[in-house]
């Protein structure tokens, strides 16, 4: 019986140092990963100026705040400037035309000056042998409250047809 006891107490001692020796081998490749990791660590910070990571970290996230910030700045700017480049002039049509048409040439204009809205003016200028007239007259929607020659609406919709 001693013998019995004395055989599986051989093998239960085989097994720890089976298991020590399986453990020793664990312990000594995560010793090696871990070597690697802090050299890549070190690799890493060498040049930052920073002490650690999380410094690191937080000063990314300070900068990405700060950025956010400018950006939404930036895009309220944006919306500003797109509402000021839609009311802004900036469609041009023209049109020349004999006035009076037993004399002279084409010195007669029509200039049609509009926004994206088709805001604007139209201005005609009438030229005789004579007599020179200029008229300005407001346009809203593509229209005028004053009454419009042919000349005049044919400017405002080449000032219209413009992109």
Known sequence: MNELILEQMQWIVAGF????????????????????????????????????????IISMKENIAEMQKGQSTLVSEMRGITERLLKMKAKIGIIRYNAFSETGSDLSFSLA?????????????????DNSYVYAKPVQGGSSN?????EEKTAISLAAEQE
């Open 146 to 150: 004053y009454s419009l020659s042919p």
């Open 17 to 56: 140092v089976v298991i020590l020796i399986v453990m020793l081998v664990l312990i000594i490749a995560q010793g090696v990963k871990l070597s690697k990791l802090r050299r890549s660590y070190h690799q890493m910070m060498e040049n930052s100026g920073v002490p650690n990571l999380e410094n690191v």
């Open 113 to 129: 000056i509009l926004n994206e809205k088709q805001d604007g003016i139209v201005l005609s200028a009438l030229h005789s042998r």
